[in-house]
């Protein structure tokens, strides 16, 4: 092997093993770029011995690979407790999470999917945080009222009740005495008409004890 060869085989070990194609020890400069081209399709094929096998389903693991390119091998059913979300090349199946002790199960485990747990009545865990422990959900002080009530994603809100009532707005003190001066105002009228129509009375009857 010369000196370029050398060359070119030692840089395809850096560079092959993420593509799991790694030339051996006398192969060829025609392998080698034939290596180059071992690129296998994602979230389709998984490498194995430098030629691309078709995933297997989701729910299932790869038991044997396969031993012609673009063929899926030997797929195998997860067993119960595991399980695989997505099509995949795995060896193994993962294994389903076990809810903690302040949790309870919204979902069991299935071939597809992990198990869904939430916090208990009376804790709460921040789905955008790290839920390692569930946390005992707040109580309202005694001056203040609950606005949104606790959850299993959320904690209680509460707000600080008023000493005393808000004070009466403009626009309800300007009806108040606008309505004041127009009930003075009627029952002035109302007054002077009385006292009008009496005056009248009292005038015609001079006049007739007169004649």
Not at 45 to 68: D, H, M, Q
Request: glycine content about 6%; aromatic content about 6%; hydrophobic content about 30%.
């Amino acid at each position: 092997m010369g000196n370029f060869q050398l060359v070119v085989f030692f840089a395809s070990i850096c560079l092959f093993p993420a593509l799991g194609a790694v030339p051996q020890p006398g192969t060829s400069m025609r392998d080698i770029r034939n290596l180059r081209h071992t690129f296998c399709s994602e979230h389709q094929e998984y490498s194995n011995n430098n030629i691309c096998c078709l995933n297997c389903r989701a729910g299932e693991y790869v038991k044997f690979p396969c031993t012609k390119a673009g063929h899926k091998g030997t797929c195998e059913e997860c067993t119960f407790g595991t399980f695989t979300e997505h099509a995949n090349g795995l060896n193994q199946c993962f294994k389903c999470t076990h809810c903690r002790s302040d949790q309870e199960v919204v979902e069991h485990c299935t071939l597809t999917q992990d198990t869904q747990c939430k916090c208990k009545p009376g804790r709460f865990c921040h789905p955008e945080e790290a839920c390692e422990v569930c946390k005992t959900c707040s109580r309202c002080k005694n001056d203040e009222e609950v606005l949104r009530n606790c959850t299993s994603t959320s904690d209680t809100e509460c707000k600080r009740i008023q000493d005393q009532a808000d004070p009466p707005s403009d626009a309800v003190i300007t009806g108040v005495v606008c309505g004041g001066l127009l009930l003075i105002s009627a029952a002035a009228v109302w007054f002077c008409m009385r006292r009008s129509c009496r005056t009248g009375k009292l005038n015609m009857s001079v006049v007739q004890t007169a004649c």
